[in-house]
């Protein structure tokens, strides 16, 4: 079954401070993998999309990694902000389908 | 922002009632796409659309139907609402070809009650 985990559920840091994000998937033929920023009463915002030959990539203080080998990707936030107070969701598809398979998000907030 | 625009945004309801929702879209995508959001789900995909008039279910769609009229328009309703209707849904579009890599963008969402 394909299906797509995140960890840890919810993670509060301090303002300033570095984390990271965990996804592990098990779609398979795997296509590309995404991560959605969703704050609330929002939808959700792509920050990164990488297919199987990028193993990072970029945006601003936010750094997606993937290992298509072990079926993992990391999301690790740099010098954290209020507002990158979250939910961040990690998307997989599998090659030739319409449709997405979604995480259940990892909620991060940020306190002063 | 990509130019979606649910409406209504709010809505409470009772059950056994007709509800439509409505995503317009202004980027003249082909692709569209109705979710729902639940607490403790991922998003999950109800009905999507690849041109006018052309529609598929996700993996929910029991309960719901859609229709696509227009490019820029794409309608989900609830024949008969049920109180496990109850959540938010999202449209989301995405450019590009049949596979592409394109991601898709997502509405601000239509939080839906039925009572």
């Known amino acids: 079954k394909n299906q797509v985990e995140q960890s840890p559920q919810s993670l509060i840091i301090l303002e300033g401070k570095n984390c990271t994000l965990q996804?592990?998937?098990?779609?398979?033929?795997?296509?590309?993998l995404r991560w959605y920023k969703q704050d609330t009463g929002r939808g959700p915002v792509s920050l990164t999309i990488?297919?199987?030959?990028?193993n990072t990539k970029s945006n601003g203080r936010y750094t997606a990694t993937l290992d298509a080998d072990t079926k993992q990707s990391s999301l690790h936030i740099t010098a954290s902000q209020l507002s990158d107070s979250a939910s961040y969701i990690c998307?997989?598809?599998?090659?030739?389908?319409?449709?997405?398979?979604f995480g259940q998000g990892t909620r991060l907030t940020i306190n002063p | 922002d990509a130019g979606i625009t649910q409406s209504p945004r709010h809505k409470v309801t009772e059950t056994g009632t007709p509800v439509t929702l409505r995503c317009h879209q202004t980027?003249?995508?082909?692709?569209m796409y109705w979710y729902r959001q639940d607490p403790g789900h991922g998003l999950r995909l109800i009905h999507y659309?690849?041109?006018?008039?052309?529609?598929d279910k996700g993996e929910v769609s029991d309960g719901y139907s859609v229709s696509r009229s227009k490019t820029e328009d794409f309608l989900l309703t609830l024949e008969s609402a049920t109180s496990s209707q109850t959540s938010v849904y999202f449209c989301?579009?995405?450019?590009?070809?049949?596979?592409?890599?394109?991601?898709?963008?997502f509405g601000d969402g239509t939080r839906l009650s039925i009572l």
């Open positions: 996804c592990n998937y098990t779609v398979s033929p795997f296509s590309n």
């Open positions: 990488m297919t199987f030959s990028e």
């Open positions: 989301a579009i995405r450019g590009g070809e049949n596979y592409s890599n394109q991601p898709q963008h």
């Open positions: 980027e003249n995508h082909r692709y």
């Open positions: 998307v997989v598809r599998s090659q030739g389908a319409q449709k997405l398979v």
């Open positions: 659309s690849y041109g006018v008039k052309d529609t």
